[in-house]
């Protein structure tokens, strides 16, 4: 197991979640919009944030990865502080893909802490809500390559701009990230909406998405924490 989580908060870890709540908190009754320095603030944060802060075991994230018996997209719940933000870790394993779906309304900050991968984003030219079959016509915004091992490890995405989104790992390495959402599902009414890429215009950002129902061969697992003491780290 590699997600071990030490008994009592890393300092690091609890200061972010103080940070949040400062800004998120007076926004409760209203629509979340973070303002640029907000963000900013937030992404400064999160990108001090390591694999130790969070109860990874570093050491042993590779071979766990190559585990034939674990899922290709696994996810484990950090902190929930419902109804301001969600704050989890996704491992992807080798070459694995997330199919591009949305989050509609959403502010979503993602860190890299593992591994390397690639992030494309899009903005709907439109304010028509998704429904299956419609083809839609949006912006690529983004599309780089992120790695823990420069400064392309953490990016953002907003309620309008780049909101629809995919992430991949690379051939040869899993991809482990932090994940951040404010305001967070309601778990009732929310839904994500899922798309297939059908054309980019090679000559420009225009591309054509068409929603889709959720992939049947998409399947994400879940994680618990083992508890340990902090006396207790040899294995």
Not at 35 to 50: C, F, N, P, R, Y
Not at 88 to 100: E, N, Q, R, T
Not at 116 to 132: A, E, N, V
Request: one cysteine or more; glycine letters at 6%.
């Amino acid at each position: 197991m590699f997600f071990r989580y030490v008994a009592g908060m890393s300092t690091k870890l609890r200061r972010f979640i103080v940070t949040l709540n400062e800004i998120l908190k007076p926004k409760l009754n209203e629509s979340i919009a973070l303002s640029g320095d907000e963000l900013v603030a937030v992404k400064h944060d999160m990108k001090m944030l390591t694999c130790e802060d969070l109860g990874i075991c570093e050491s042993k994230l590779s071979d766990a990865m190559g585990d034939s018996s674990r899922t290709d997209i696994s996810y484990l719940k950090v902190f929930e502080n419902a109804p301001t933000f969600d704050l989890g870790v996704f491992a992807l394993k080798k070459g694995c893909k997330m199919p591009i779906h949305n989050h509609l309304g959403m502010y979503g900050v993602v860190k890299v802490l593992f591994g390397s991968g690639r992030i494309q984003s899009y903005s709907q030219c439109d304010d028509m809500l998704p429904t299956i079959g419609k083809l839609l016509d949006v912006n690529l915004v983004d599309d780089r390559v992120v790695s823990v091992n420069d400064g392309s490890n953490i990016v953002h995405l907003e309620p309008h701009c780049g909101n629809i989104h995919s992430i991949s790992s690379t051939e040869d390495s899993p991809l482990v990230f932090m994940d951040l959402l404010t305001p967070p599902y309601d778990h009732v009414t929310y839904t994500i909406s899922y798309f297939d890429l059908i054309s980019c215009d090679p000559h420009s950002s225009k591309c054509k998405l068409k929603v889709v129902p959720e992939p049947a061969e998409f399947t994400c697992g879940h994680l618990e924490y083992s508890v340990v003491a902090k006396n207790d780290l040899s294995e």
